[in-house]
């Protein structure tokens, strides 16, 4: 079955060497699931080819190749960040992670979530203390939240608005009313979203691609904005 559909698989693993992107066709552990039938509770209905050719999750997770693992190298080209549009002292600060950042986000190759909506989020102040870009080790843990995002798109059938708040370092975190010490934003595992969608309809969405074992976390409906983090166990509010 998976050779049939060996035209849309999704490069998945991704490094970054020199200005190019590294990548592996692989499965990703972390969202891996038995079977590769759709789920009928799937609320956008499509046929399988179309469905695998807008999404980056299926039923067993990111799609993986059944060939021998090889590598494939290419340059990653633009990264589609334009700093005139963030605060100016706050891309002074991000020094040379800024572009770093931009382009490891740009391999992954997200579908309905922008590159300048992703680093806006962290581009951010409350009083005299900035946010910042998350530590480079801790980059790889917003990916699987951000693959779960852009499957939300597909699902609501309409793209992220706004990125409100992603990563958020301990002193930023401390100033942001009802942010909790513990907070999964502090590691880089979690979104808070806006859809042009209902924020029902998002959260319903959320849910229902996590109980098709594609990720585990965090769900939470708010008036304006939903949340979403990959936090390894589920909890809904």
Same mark, same amino acid.
Do not use: C
């Given at each position: 079955m998976v050779i049939r559909y060996q035209a849309e698989l999704t490069i998945l693993g991704s490094s970054l060497s020199s200005g190019h !992107?590294? #990548?592996?066709?692989?499965?990703d552990p972390a969202l891996r699931?038995?079977?590769d039938t759709p789920s009928n509770s799937d609320p !956008?209905?499509?046929?399988?080819? =179309?469905?695998?050719?807008?999404?980056?999750l299926t039923a067993s997770g990111l799609f993986a190749a059944t060939c021998p693992t090889r590598a494939v190298s290419f340059y990653s080209g633009s990264a589609k960040l334009d700093t005139g549009d963030l605060p =100016?002292? %706050?891309?002074? /600060?991000?020094? @040379?992670?800024? *572009? @770093?950042?931009a382009r490891y986000l740009s391999a992954l190759r997200l579908r309905h979530i922008s590159i300048q909506q992703v680093i806006s989020a962290h581009a951010r102040r409350k009083g005299s203390v %900035?946010?910042?870009?998350?530590?480079?080790?801790? %980059? /790889?843990?917003? =990916?699987? +939240?951000? /693959?779960?995002?852009?499957?939300?798109?597909?699902? !609501?059938?309409?793209?992220?608005? +706004?990125? +409100?708040? @992603?990563?958020?370092n301990a002193s930023y975190n401390a100033r942001c009313p009802g942010a909790k010490p513990n907070s999964? *934003?502090?590691?880089?595992?979690? #979104?808070? #979203?806006?859809? *042009?969608?209902? +924020?029902?309809? !998002?959260?319903? @969405?959320?849910? =229902?691609?996590?109980?098709?074992?594609?990720?585990?976390?965090g769900v939470g409906r708010y008036t304006g904005f939903t949340h979403v983090d990959t936090r390894g166990y589920n909890a809904d509010w």
């Open positions: !992107v590294s #990548l592996t066709l692989m499965t699931q038995e079977g !956008v209905p499509a046929s399988r080819r =179309s469905f695998l050719g807008r999404s980056l =100016s002292e %706050w891309v002074r /600060r991000q020094g @040379a992670e800024l *572009h @770093a950042y %900035w946010n910042s870009l998350p530590p480079r080790e801790d %980059w /790889r843990r917003m =990916s699987q +939240t951000l /693959r779960v995002a852009d499957e939300i798109s597909v699902r !609501v059938g309409t793209s992220v608005k +706004t990125v +409100t708040s @992603a990563y958020r999964y *934003h502090k590691r880089n595992f979690a #979104l808070d #979203l806006k859809f *042009h969608a209902s +924020t029902y309809a !998002v959260a319903r @969405a959320a849910r =229902s691609i996590r109980e098709e074992g594609k990720f585990r976390g």
